[in-house]
């Protein structure tokens, strides 16, 4: 559980400071301030939130987003409500680091996902921000765990409802976990 202040790093150039917590707001959301590095060679995957909605507001730097196909750009002092459901992925496409906002309301397992896929993309078993990467096991023992949370866009949503408790099952077997002790925050 992560506390107020509490910093995830990803590789040498990404950080989440989390400024609001889960408990902290009863469950009611989580808002976490981000540093990218430029993202120029990898974007997170196309993806929804099908039970949350999000609120980024840029500090410094740029983020660029597509959103239902549609791109958009951010620059500091601008802000951005995304709905739940919505197809989108969010980077930072300028040279310089980009500074946010980024609120998840509500909350649901939002920190414990943030933990996890952070620490697995250190370990290198994902790529940066969630890149799809083998094991294949691993990825849907995620997608399954995390379904309230997060959606790929692709593949299809019913063929996602199939797939993934499957292969999540096989994973489990295999020893893949949604959440590893070792990847969640220590105080700061």
Same mark, same amino acid.
């Given at each position: 559980m992560a506390n107020p202040g509490d910093i995830l790093v990803q590789g040498d150039t990404d950080t989440m400071v989390f400024r609001k917590t889960t408990a902290e707001t009863g469950g009611a959301y989580v808002e976490v301030e981000a540093t990218y590095?430029?993202?120029?060679?990898? @974007?997170?995957?196309? &993806?929804? &939130?099908?039970h949350q909605d999000e609120h980024f507001e840029v500090l410094d730097g740029e983020l660029a987003f597509l959103i239902e196909g549609e791109p958009h750009t951010l620059r500091p002092g601008e802000h951005l409500d995304l709905p739940k459901g919505r197809l989108h992925t969010v980077w930072n496409a300028g040279a310089e680091p980009a500074r946010f906002v980024w609120r998840t309301t509500p909350a649901l397992g939002t920190e414990t996902m943030y933990e996890t896929l952070w620490g697995l993309a250190n370990d290198g078993k994902i790529g940066r921000h969630g890149k799809p990467r083998p094991p294949l096991l691993q990825g849907?023992?995620?997608? &399954?765990?995390? @379904?309230r949370e997060y959606r790929l866009a692709a593949p299809p949503y019913p063929a996602q409802v199939v797939v993934y408790p499957a292969l999540a099952a096989l994973g489990w077997v295999c020893g893949f976990r949604p959440s590893y002790p070792s990847y969640t925050v220590k105080a700061s």
């Open positions: 590095a430029s993202m120029t060679d990898v @974007r997170p995957p196309v &993806h929804s &939130h099908p849907a023992v995620l997608m &399954h765990a995390y @379904r």
